[in-house]
């Protein structure tokens, strides 16, 4: 059975190199990188606005 899942990644993983290799490999990787920097900005903004809310939040329970 370990035998044959070896032959089988092995085989996937030949059949495969052909895809990385070529443009649409190339257009898939600058897509992902393109979504994970506009994820990476709407954590960033997500942070921003709680850490506000912190320091307001904060700020009213020091007045009092």
Same mark, same amino acid.
């Given at each position: 059975?370990?035998?044959?899942?070896?032959?089988?990644?092995?085989?996937?993983?030949? $059949?495969?190199?052909?895809?990385?290799?070529?443009?649409?490999? +190339?257009? =898939? %990787? &600058?897509?992902?990188?393109?979504?994970? *920097?506009? $994820?990476?900005?709407?954590?960033?903004?997500?942070?921003?606005? +709680?850490? =506000? %809310? &912190?320091?307001?939040?904060?700020?009213? *329970?020091?007045?009092?």
């Amino acid at each position: 059975m370990f035998f044959l899942s070896i032959l089988c990644s092995y085989i996937v993983y030949r $059949y495969d190199s052909e895809s990385r290799a070529g443009d649409v490999y +190339a257009k =898939e %990787k &600058l897509a992902y990188h393109r979504d994970m *920097d506009q $994820y990476l900005e709407f954590k960033k903004g997500y942070y921003e606005k +709680a850490a =506000e %809310k &912190l320091d307001a939040s904060a700020s009213s *329970d020091g007045d009092a």
